[in-house]
């Protein structure tokens, strides 16, 4: 039996960018069995629709390469090369036992030929400029300090007139369902975690994350701030999630 991890994690407003990303390695290192089990348990299994939402949203025109960054376990990777039957797909993510994990799903897929999972740093991307028709995240641009610098990046290897796009847990607009989905947040969702997780702590910050992720107006400004263009919020279930999808 796994021995249950005792940890309580500073408030996301209250960490350093260094804290950040050792704390996000740490929590996603500790949670990678149980982390597609938890993201369909979690979500309703509404993270499957939502990640097949943005993938049918893709247009591949030049390379036929799709670069999915802080891929986890691959699951965007994956549905992008089922859908998108010409693509090669290419996942990085900087905790390895995700990649490990991924990989092996991969294997299992048979999708060994068309699907590529390594280990690599959102703010420091290894690949030439202009390589990718499409990049994309994950529920992973909450996780990462340096946004901006990991929002620079993606642009800088897409292709001129490429796509982004950004699938993230968002807050709902004010309202009865936003106080219900915060009490969910905060008491529900950290309680089921402490069923299935040794490390219950992560959705505590998972929580937390959220709530301090910014708004979809606060957001699209960002993405207009780096030069992106035609940049499009589209919330999916009453706003829980929004799909950014913008052009170099």
Not at 25 to 51: A, C, G, H, P, V
Not at 122 to 136: G, K, M
Not at 224 to 235: E, H, K, L, M, T
């Amino acid at each position: 039996m796994n021995k249950r991890i005792i940890k309580e994690y500073p408030p996301v407003s209250e960490m350093s960018q260094k804290q950040k990303v050792e704390i996000v390695k740490e929590i996603f290192s500790s949670i990678t069995n149980k982390y597609d089990f938890l993201n369909r348990f979690l979500s309703l299994r509404q993270d499957l629709t939502w990640r097949k939402t943005a993938v049918k949203q893709m247009r591949f025109f030049e390379s036929y390469k799709f670069l999915d960054m802080a891929t986890g376990t691959g699951d965007l990777a994956i549905d992008a090369v089922n859908i998108h039957p010409k693509i090669k797909a290419i996942g990085l993510d900087f905790v390895q036992e995700m990649v490990d994990y991924g990989n092996v799903k991969i294997k299992d897929q048979n999708l060994k030929d068309r699907v590529v999972l390594k280990l690599g740093d959102a703010t420091n991307i290894d690949y030439d400029d202009n390589t990718f028709d499409v990049t994309a995240m994950a529920f992973g641009i909450r996780n990462i300090p340096d946004k901006v610098k990991a929002l620079t990046e993606m642009k800088r290897v897409v292709l001129p007139e490429g796509q982004i796009l950004i699938l993230e847990l968002t807050t709902p607009n004010p309202g009865f369902f936003k106080d219900i989905y915060s009490f969910y947040l905060n008491k529900i969702l950290p309680r089921l975690a402490k069923l299935f997780t040794t490390n219950p702590a992560a959705y505590e910050y998972l929580a937390d994350s959220i709530i301090s992720f910014p708004t979809r107006s606060e957001f699209v400004y960002l993405l207009s701030s780096i030069g992106f263009r035609n940049i499009n919020a589209v919330p999916l279930s009453l706003g829980i999630c929004t799909l950014y999808i913008a052009n170099k």
